[in-house]
């Protein structure tokens, strides 16, 4: 996202000359790249974190499938 300023006059007249128009706003690509960016951005830059809640994932799972009360 950007904080540049929106342009509001197209034409824009300096000194008595047209100057040329700005250029137009950057378009988003999508929201969706940006967030698994920042998610995989977070994860690898968390990996201790990450890999103790895989391991208590794997845990739970292990307790589930030999039916452990």
Do not use: E, K, N
């Not at 006059?9 to 300096?14: I, K, S």
């Not at 790249?33 to 998610?39: I, K, R």
């Amino acid at each position: 996202m950007s904080f540049d300023p929106i342009p509001q006059a197209r034409v824009v007249r300096q000194a008595g000359q047209l100057m040329v128009p700005p250029p137009p706003p950057r378009s988003d690509p999508g929201a969706a790249p940006g967030y698994l960016h920042t998610v995989a951005v977070y994860a690898i830059g968390l990996w201790p974190l990450t890999c103790v809640m895989l391991l208590v994932a794997g845990l739970l799972v292990v307790t589930a499938h030999l039916g452990a009360p």
